[in-house]
């Protein structure tokens, strides 16, 4: 009872007139023409959406990023379109029937990157088959495409940035995980290269040392359900020369102290474990759909600013 008292003789003492209108403003921005492209171009036909300003609810609080350039959102929704949507469009033929199934249903983009504790560098995250998020548009070079798809072990850090590593292979990664979530691939995966995962130490491998192991990548070395997704993510995106010199390493390597003796043998396991998978439980062939890959991302490095930032 006293306690009530006090809270009433607290309110008593406020001079405040409140006149019911809120400080923050929580009137939702009007949508312009790229809010209007978006809902016809992504919503309408595939459920999806795509956040482009800053909100705070959608970022992890963890950390500080900042939201991309109007101009950079842009250039990413329309490379994202032609490199991921449509590509898979193209391998169906279903009119974006299996898109609009499966697809990720809400895409966050991100201006700055996001860094881990263990200095790793946050390419993309994935929530539950729903959500997808892009760090580093900002760090676009809209006059400069560039884009490795015929090295099996490319230097992240050259500039401009490498848009197959940091984006496209994200997308396809991530959208491998929402597949797997949805149907599980066979066991016999798991056990392949269990005594050669190395958990939280994988920050420590570098590409062109994981082969020796029998990964393609070194964040694949970190568990099994990553060496799944970036088998099939390297695979669709680099050519199958570039992929060969993934194999021609582990050669190279066998004799290094501490190398796996079986790694050739256990990649090539896995990689047809993740073929089969893909092709008897969604129809996706990952061969064709590399093809297509390779062929839109080369027609892509003759896009200009205009093209990139045209809402087509």
């Given at each position: ?6 809270a ?8 405040d ?6 400080i ?13 492209w ?11 959406t ?5 909100y ?19 250039a990413?929704a329309?490379l ?10 193209e ?11 499966w697809?990720f ?8 990157h996001?860094w881990?504790?263990?200095?790793s ?13 892009l760090?580093?548009?900002n ?11 015929d ?5 992240h ?12 292979h994200?997308?396809?990664?991530e ?8 149907k ?5 995966f ?10 939280g130490d ?10 020796k ?22 695979y ?6 570039a ?5 021609e ?10 190398a796996n ?13 993740v073929?089969?998978?893909?092709k ?33």
């Open positions: 009872m006293m306690l009530f008292v006090a009433l003789a607290f309110t008593a003492c406020d001079n007139d409140p006149s019911g209108t809120s923050f403003d929580t009137t939702p921005p009007e949508r312009n023409e790229f809010d209007t978006i809902l016809n171009t992504f919503t309408k036909p595939y459920n999806i795509i956040l482009y300003r800053y705070d609810s959608e970022t992890n609080n963890t950390y500080n990023v900042v939201p991309p350039t109007v101009e950079k959102a842009k990413m329309n994202m379109k032609y490199m991921w949507l449509d590509a898979y469009n391998l169906m033929d279903d009119g974006g029937l299996f898109m609009k199934k697809s249903r809400e895409f966050l983009f991100v201006g700055s996001q881990r504790s263990n200095g560098r946050v390419l993309g995250t994935a929530e539950g088959g729903l959500k997808v998020t760090f580093g548009l760090s676009l070079d809209l006059n400069n495409l560039r884009i490795v798809q090295q099996p072990f490319p230097d850090d050259e500039n401009p940035m490498d848009l197959n590593y940091f984006f496209f994200t997308m396809h990664h959208f491998c995980h929402i597949l797997t979530q949805k599980d691939y066979s066991p016999d798991r056990t392949i290269s269990t005594a050669w995962y190395r958990s994988w920050i420590n491998v570098r590409d062109p040392e994981a082969p192991w029998g990964f393609v990548t070194g964040y694949a070395s970190s568990e099994y359900n990553e060496d799944f997704a970036e088998i099939y993510s390297t669709v995106t680099i050519t199958p020369e992929f060969n010199g993934i194999y390493k582990i050669e190279a390597d066998k004799e290094v102290d501490g003796e079986n790694a050739k043998k256990q990649l090539e396991q896995k990689v047809d474990l073929k089969k998978y893909m008897d439980n969604w129809g996706i062939d990952m061969d064709k759909l590399r093809d297509i890959v390779l062929r839109r991302g080369n027609e892509i490095m003759s896009w200009t600013y205009d093209d990139l930032v045209t809402l087509k």
